[in-house]
């Protein structure tokens, strides 16, 4: 089945009470029993529910996986994974990363002796130099990263894993599976927080992991149902509903990036462009195998690397909306040192190229021309 059939029919049936072709919103929080303990798959929704279960069978279908755990957030899903741990555990992570992970990371499994250790990994050799032999179990990948969009070699560094007995985990949100599917590539767990691209309208907050195997889906569900930090069924709806249009969406964000990323990188006032479309992007071939397109977020800093001047520039725009997120069918423009990437130390985000001065842009469905003269505008406001 073909990925744009696969949004619409995978896992998707009518329901067998009345035929509905939408899947119904189970708004309920337990079922009645014959006898107990005989019931018809459901006792109570914490453990789950119809509206749930066709979702994460969906998203199953979608990265090729075995099976799927839907949380409250994609944190919620990360901290899930990262459960799976015991003191004493550690971790490899990207330098590079979203700023709630290394947060949730840092200070939440940290003080409980799970200790991350982030290294550069656009050449994968760095990994291996980091592995601990007996105390490193989870490799943890980000690609492309958030917010510099560095492109991690997948299948290079899951064979290194592999050799080395180490659980790996691609959080997968940028890309979403429409772009790279990284089950395929060798990992173990692919993690997204569905809000962004698989959600796509900016209505709705849920995360979902993805397993390569049945053991590890029971796993992470048992841990679901334990914890309890599970999605309403009314959102695992709103993200089912936007699944429909994922490849669409996805497909006219990463024509609009490339444009915008061009006119970025020949503007005057701009310094850096971050865009692994460009051929001089550090990364591009990988990304170019890995990957069916680049994306639809595109990073820039000014020349003159001033915070004030970057604050004027997502100030005076009216189609680029200054808010956090991705993902969605409308256009954000986003500063990562204060807003998504303020708990990580200002000296470790210089160390990766995050300045003061660094945009984000999610570039939406919009017309290409309009943003690209809305972005023109706010520039001549510096």
């Known amino acids: 089945m073909k990925f744009g059939t696969k949004v619409i029919h995978a896992g998707i049936e009518p329901d067998p009470a009345t035929g509905a072709i939408m899947t119904p919103i189970y708004q309920t929080s337990t079922y009645a029993q014959e006898a107990p303990g005989k019931h018809k798959g459901y006792a109570y929704a914490r453990t789950h529910n119809p509206t749930r279960s066709a979702l994460e069978k969906n998203l199953t279908a979608l990265e090729n996986g075995k099976d799927a755990i839907c949380f409250a957030s994609g944190l919620a899903a990360m901290d899930a994974v990262l459960k799976l741990l015991k003191p004493g555990d550690e971790i490899i992570s990207a330098d590079d990363l979203y700023g709630g992970s290394y947060r949730l990371m840092r200070t939440i499994f940290e003080p409980y002796g799970i200790t991350p250790h982030f290294v550069d990994m ?48 691609v959080d997968n949100t940028f890309s979403s599976p429409f772009l790279q599917t990284p089950l395929d590539l060798g990992a173990d767990l692919v993690l997204h927080s569905a809000t962004k691209y698989l959600g796509g309208h900016s209505d709705v907050i849920l995360g979902a992991v993805v397993t390569k195997t049945k053991k590890m889906g029971d796993k992470l569900h048992y841990i679901q149902n334990a914890v309890g930090a599970i999605p309403g069924p009314q959102d695992c709806f709103l993200v089912l509903r936007g699944i429909k249009t994922l490849h669409l969406r996805v497909e006219r964000a990463c024509k609009n990036a490339k444009r915008i990323a061009k006119f970025l990188k020949s503007h005057p006032k701009v310094g850096n462009v971050y865009y692994p479309g460009f051929k001089d992007h550090p990364n591009h071939k990988i990304a170019k195998a890995q990957m069916r397109d680049f994306g639809g977020m595109v990073s820039f800093d000014l020349a003159n690397d001033d915070y004030n001047d970057a604050k004027k520039v997502m100030s005076n725009t009216h189609l680029f909306t200054l808010a956090e997120s991705l993902g969605g069918v409308e256009s954000l423009i986003g500063h990562p040192a204060s807003m998504t990437h303020a708990s990580i130390p200002k000296a470790d985000r210089l160390k990766v190229g995050l300045t003061d001065s660094l945009i984000r842009l999610s570039v939406g469905i919009e017309d290409v021309d309009d943003l690209i003269e809305d972005l023109d505008k706010a520039f001549q406001n510096v």
């Open 122 to 169: 656009n050449d994968p050799k760095n990994v291996k130099k980091a592995i601990k032999r007996g105390k490193t179990k989870l490799i943890w990948i980000e690609t492309p990263t958030n917010p510099m969009l560095n492109i991690i070699d997948i299948k290079a560094i899951c064979k290194i894993a592999k050799a080395n007995n180490i659980m790996t985990c």
